[in-house]
């Protein structure tokens, strides 16, 4: 057996399996140019791999994603396998590929010096536990606007590239008080605004929508948020706010429910991080667990956090 990138034929004949798994509305040709899209945003060029196990003759025995992101755990910095889309086609299932194919990935990874790996898992933490994966569950809420009488007196834009660098900053900022986080860069911020703007974009008509905005004083992102939405609601990406009460990102929040008044407020759900103040224009509340589940496996002498409360991650960057 060996491990090869897949690549052209093989490629697609994995994306013909996951499609009817994965495709969460999309069309098989969208599912394709998103997967394309994903791959040739430059943070993922060295990141993001599509990998599969094949027998001697060269059939497919399993696949999955490996990513690699830089993470910082109590205060070492270092980078995290991420595994995703694991899958073994039917007629291989039963045999052990898919655990062999996992566990060959993280000998090499820890090889190469990963603290961690990590993955969220959709099916409960059962079978990734057997693999040596822990529960680090994060909680989702529903966030509240508060109504503010009239127009809110803030100015907000569209975001760009410009804006990155400043809200990488603000991530970091932000970030610093959990025990696990990212350690998100402008590329990597791109790739997960480019992942979610494709898979809107190339959604039905109507049935999705990604919106990032930033606020600025002078000509300096100052506070953020990506939000994703569709029929059943919104969900807040990701944002973020130079000031540590938050209260620029609760404007901005209150501005953006105020366009249509005569609509009811949105359902708006968020992975809220512990650390992150809650601004005082917003209420957390319907306190629930993802439902993906984070599970983390130590690939070096690290301790992992005991929950998640103790992580700094937003939803923008799951995988």
Same mark, same amino acid.
């Given at each position: 057996m060996s491990i090869v990138v897949a690549e052209g034929e093989l490629l697609e004949r994995i994306l013909d399996f996951t499609f009817p798994v994965w495709h969460e509305g999309l069309t098989r040709q969208a599912y394709s140019q998103w997967n394309a899209v994903q791959s040739r945003v430059p943070w993922a060029r060295t990141r993001l791999h599509r990998l599969a196990l094949l027998d001697d003759a060269g059939h497919l025995l399993a696949s999955l994603k490996r990513y690699r992101y830089d993470v910082r755990l109590d205060s070492r910095d270092g980078w995290m396998c991420g595994l995703g889309a694991v899958f073994t086609p039917p007629d291989q299932r039963g045999r052990g590929? *898919? %655990?062999? $194919?996992?566990?060959?990935?993280?000998?090499? &990874?820890?090889?190469? +010096?990963?603290?961690? *790996? +990590? =993955? #969220?898992? &959709?099916? +409960? @933490?059962? $079978?990734? *536990?057997? =693999? +040596? #994966? %822990? @529960?680090? @569950? $994060?909680?989702?809420? %529903?966030?509240?606007?508060?109504?503010?009488p009239g127009s809110p007196a803030m100015l907000v834009r569209a975001g760009d590239d410009r804006d990155l660098p400043d809200i990488a900053a603000m991530h970091d900022t932000r970030a610093a008080l959990a025990r696990f986080a990212l350690r998100r860069d402008p590329g990597a911020i791109r790739f997960a605004l480019t992942r979610k703007r494709t898979f809107a974009g190339l959604s039905a008509p109507g049935t999705r929508q990604l919106e990032f905005f930033v606020a600025e004083e002078g000509s300096s992102a100052v506070a953020y948020v990506v939000l994703s939405k569709n029929l059943y609601g919104w969900t807040l990406e990701e944002a973020g706010d130079r000031d540590p009460a938050g209260a620029r990102l609760g404007a901005m929040l209150q501005v953006l429910v105020a366009r249509d008044p005569a609509l009811d407020q949105p359902l708006i759900r968020a992975w809220w991080p512990r650390s992150f103040a809650v601004p005082p224009q917003l209420e957390l509340a319907h306190e629930t667990e993802a439902k993906d589940l984070l599970m983390l496996r130590p690939l070096a002498d690290v301790a992992l956090p005991a929950g998640g409360d103790d992580v700094f991650y937003w939803h923008s960057d799951s995988f």
């Amino acid at each position: 057996m060996s491990i090869v990138v897949a690549e052209g034929e093989l490629l697609e004949r994995i994306l013909d399996f996951t499609f009817p798994v994965w495709h969460e509305g999309l069309t098989r040709q969208a599912y394709s140019q998103w997967n394309a899209v994903q791959s040739r945003v430059p943070w993922a060029r060295t990141r993001l791999h599509r990998l599969a196990l094949l027998d001697d003759a060269g059939h497919l025995l399993a696949s999955l994603k490996r990513y690699r992101y830089d993470v910082r755990l109590d205060s070492r910095d270092g980078w995290m396998c991420g595994l995703g889309a694991v899958f073994t086609p039917p007629d291989q299932r039963g045999r052990g590929h *898919a %655990t062999a $194919l996992i566990e060959q990935v993280l000998e090499r &990874e820890q090889r190469d +010096g990963a603290l961690v *790996a +990590g =993955l #969220f898992s &959709e099916i +409960g @933490p059962s $079978l990734y *536990a057997r =693999l +040596g #994966f %822990t @529960p680090v @569950p $994060l909680r989702e809420y %529903t966030v509240r606007v508060r109504h503010k009488p009239g127009s809110p007196a803030m100015l907000v834009r569209a975001g760009d590239d410009r804006d990155l660098p400043d809200i990488a900053a603000m991530h970091d900022t932000r970030a610093a008080l959990a025990r696990f986080a990212l350690r998100r860069d402008p590329g990597a911020i791109r790739f997960a605004l480019t992942r979610k703007r494709t898979f809107a974009g190339l959604s039905a008509p109507g049935t999705r929508q990604l919106e990032f905005f930033v606020a600025e004083e002078g000509s300096s992102a100052v506070a953020y948020v990506v939000l994703s939405k569709n029929l059943y609601g919104w969900t807040l990406e990701e944002a973020g706010d130079r000031d540590p009460a938050g209260a620029r990102l609760g404007a901005m929040l209150q501005v953006l429910v105020a366009r249509d008044p005569a609509l009811d407020q949105p359902l708006i759900r968020a992975w809220w991080p512990r650390s992150f103040a809650v601004p005082p224009q917003l209420e957390l509340a319907h306190e629930t667990e993802a439902k993906d589940l984070l599970m983390l496996r130590p690939l070096a002498d690290v301790a992992l956090p005991a929950g998640g409360d103790d992580v700094f991650y937003w939803h923008s960057d799951s995988f």
